[in-house]
């Protein structure tokens, strides 16, 4: 028997890797067709599953929220393009914590050959060798991984994390900063640790109205309020 042949993942930093596929929203090219804006692509194992199937409720829900990111939604799983249709006209049916006649609009790639989901490592034999992972890969405008998240097949994904995640990348590129544990918008953040001591001993003794300093490696930044 053929051996099937797994990727290696890409990594952050990486480039993503391109494809063309076919989706429930018509051909794209990916990643060129989102140029110029952020890019969630995640897989799920199958159609009609039911961790599945409240997770695209999540996301189709969030959708306009991830749009005001500007941050588009591409979702993949290897069943057929018949299947996601039928399987997105029935979410439209269903009720779940409030949310009803939910309507996904974001385009669900059709990878029956798995070559999409080799290409990102989605394909990991010790789950599974016929169903993706649940994998999310955050990309930038640039195309470039910016972070990568995997969760078993029984675990749903947390959708607050992941818009927290763009939230803070975009925060980091836009004000050259880092974001601290459980940071939110709003809340202080870490300005680049000094490169030199001359500058690591200004900082310690000229702390002042915006900034403040724990040691000379850790100083943060106030958020206006």
């Excluded at 790639?109 to 169903?131: F, H, L, W």
């Amino acid at each position: 028997m053929e051996e099937m042949k797994v990727n290696r993942m890409p990594l952050i930093g990486d480039t993503a890797p391109s494809f063309k596929a076919v989706t429930t929203q018509g051909e794209i090219n990916f990643p060129e067709d989102y140029k110029g804006k952020w890019v969630i692509l995640f897989s799920h194992p199958a159609d009609f599953t039911p961790v599945c199937t409240t997770e695209f409720m999540t996301f189709a829900t969030m959708a306009d929220e991830f749009k005001e990111l500007n941050t588009e939604l591409v979702g993949l799983s290897v069943d057929s393009l018949y299947a996601h249709i039928a399987w997105l006209r029935k979410i439209q049916e269903l009720e779940w914590k409030g949310m009803k006649n939910v309507e996904v609009k974001f385009p669900l790639i059709e990878d029956i050959r798995m070559e999409v989901a080799n290409k990102y490592g989605m394909i990991q034999p010790g789950q599974s060798n016929t169903q993706a992972v649940r994998a999310v890969f955050i990309i930038d405008p640039d195309s470039k991984i910016r972070t990568i998240l995997y969760y078993p097949l029984s675990t749903g994904r947390n959708f607050d994390e992941i818009k927290r995640i763009i939230l803070a990348l975009q925060k980091a590129d836009r004000d050259n900063v880092a974001t601290p544990a459980d940071w939110r918008p709003g809340d202080d953040v870490i300005i680049p640790t000094a490169g030199s001591c001359g500058t690591a001993k200004e900082r310690m003794e000229n702390q002042g109205d915006d900034t403040y300093c724990l040691d000379w490696f850790m100083c943060f930044k106030k958020e206006k309020r």
